[in-house]
């Protein structure tokens, strides 16, 4: 996930709205902290800058799995596709966000001390029942109420968490109206996107950020929904992402894809829009085989377009609508529509963004042979440019 990024609309599907609950009020510090940050970003940063994504990192499992706060923005992102024993099929999209005030000063002693605020994102898709749902949860990093740990994964907003379990991960987020509880259980080693894990956004400046997926693991637990409790499996996508300017002058947002192959490999894709409409040359890819080995995409080695459009009865934003996706060295055709036309979110404070991150079916071919598959899209900056956020 670039951000922690398809769809033919149906018409059993495309009218149908999301259920948004609202997130909870925020506190009046928490407020006033982002104000701060925002307006006054000298009062609010400590004198000593926040450290940049630089060529050359060697990153060490489990513990880069955890915090970095010498970085500005970190997200960890889990998308995955679910199924109960009666056949019931799901979507879903988890996200923590970390983004500090300022770095941690190792001086400061007061449990009051505040540098970091957490946001989460839990949507759900329901295509059998066209319904898509998100809770939202917000706290600030201090009196141990949000957090995240830099030795491990473990990051928390009061009650959601997500954590180490041996050689996986625990998610934990929603509630029984619309909640999750997974162990996720890699079934690849972490792929280092970029160059060995450094991802450059731009061609032209120094936007970067420290980017690496697992692209398949396996899921089981449970999804609450409605008062019900449903014991669902099925395949998760891991995305953990840290920098602290990931966006360069002119983009106004991106287009990020996730694909999962029955075959058992994966797509990682993202493409870069400038403000006159282009693709950043620095827009990129990853191939994932199915022993876990990488090959790096550059923007000449695939194509990505878009066949249709889709408006948002809620925001008004047109966002694509469906794409063919053509990666020549490796023989793959692919088709991705959507499994519900409107996977929107709108999201509350801090972050007030509007972005489409939804589930979609994959069709298409490797050579010859007939290739079906699952994944993710992300879109970003069709309801009101990315620029300056990022």
């Given at each position: 996930m670039i951000f922690t990024f398809c769809f033919l609309l149906s018409p059993k599907t495309g009218n149908r709205k999301p259920e948004v609950v609202p997130n909870p009020k925020m506190t009046l510090p928490i407020l006033l902290f982002s104000l701060v940050a925002a307006l006054f970003p000298s009062a609010a940063g400590a004198a000593e800058p926040f450290a940049n994504p630089q060529p050359g990192r060697i990153f060490k499992f489990p513990a880069d799995h955890g915090a970095h706060p010498d970085f500005k923005t970190e997200w960890w992102y889990w998308v995955g596709h679910l199924k109960s024993p009666e056949g019931e099929a799901f979507g879903y999209q988890i996200t923590f966000f970390r983004t500090a005030l300022r770095r941690p000063d190792p001086r400061a002693r007061s449990a009051w001390s505040l540098n970091t605020v957490y946001f989460a994102h839990l949507a759900v898709t329901d295509p059998a029942r066209g319904r898509f749902r998100l809770r939202e949860k917000v706290g600030r990093g201090a009196l141990g109420l949000s957090g995240a740990t830099a030795d491990r994964l473990q990051v928390w907003i009061d009650d959601w968490?997500?954590?180490?379990?041996?050689?996986?991960?625990?998610?934990?987020?929603?509630?029984?109206?619309?909640?999750?509880?997974?162990?996720?259980?890699?079934?690849?080693?972490?792929?280092?996107?970029?160059?060995?894990?450094?991802?450059?956004?731009?061609?032209?400046?120094?936007?970067?950020?420290?980017?690496?997926?697992?692209?398949?693991?396996?899921?089981?637990?449970?999804?609450?929904?409605?008062?019900?409790?449903?014991?669902?499996?099925?395949?998760?996508?891991?995305?953990?992402?840290?920098?602290?300017?990931?966006?360069?002058?002119?983009?106004?947002?991106?287009?990020?894809?996730?694909?999962?192959?029955?075959?058992?490999?994966?797509?990682?894709?993202?493409?870069?829009?400038?403000r006159d409409g282009s693709l950043d040359p620095a827009s990129a890819g990853t191939l994932v085989d199915h022993q876990g080995q990488t090959r790096h995409l550059k923007l000449a080695d695939f194509q990505v377009k878009a066949s249709g459009v889709w408006k948002s009865p809620h925001s008004g934003a047109e966002y694509p609508a469906g794409w063919q996706v053509l990666i020549p060295g490796a023989g793959l055709e692919l088709t991705l529509t959507p499994t519900l036309a409107d996977q929107e979110i709108r999201a509350g404070v801090p972050a007030r963004v509007t972005y489409w991150e939804g589930q979609v079916q994959v069709q298409g071919r490797a050579g010859p042979r007939p290739l079906n598959g699952m994944g993710y899209v992300e879109l970003t900056g069709y309801a009101g440019a990315m620029e300056g956020r990022f």
């Open positions: 968490q997500a954590r180490q379990a041996g050689e996986g991960f625990h998610l934990q987020a929603g509630d029984q109206g619309l909640g999750l509880d997974l162990v996720l259980t890699p079934l690849k080693p972490p792929a280092l996107h970029g160059e060995g894990g450094f991802s450059p956004k731009a061609a032209h400046n120094e936007a970067a950020s420290y980017y690496y997926s697992i692209p398949r693991l396996d899921s089981l637990g449970h999804l609450f929904l409605d008062g019900r409790t449903l014991e669902v499996s099925g395949a998760g996508w891991m995305d953990h992402e840290f920098f602290s300017s990931s966006m360069a002058p002119g983009q106004v947002g991106w287009d990020w894809f996730a694909i999962q192959l029955e075959d058992g490999e994966e797509v990682m894709l993202y493409l870069l829009r400038l």
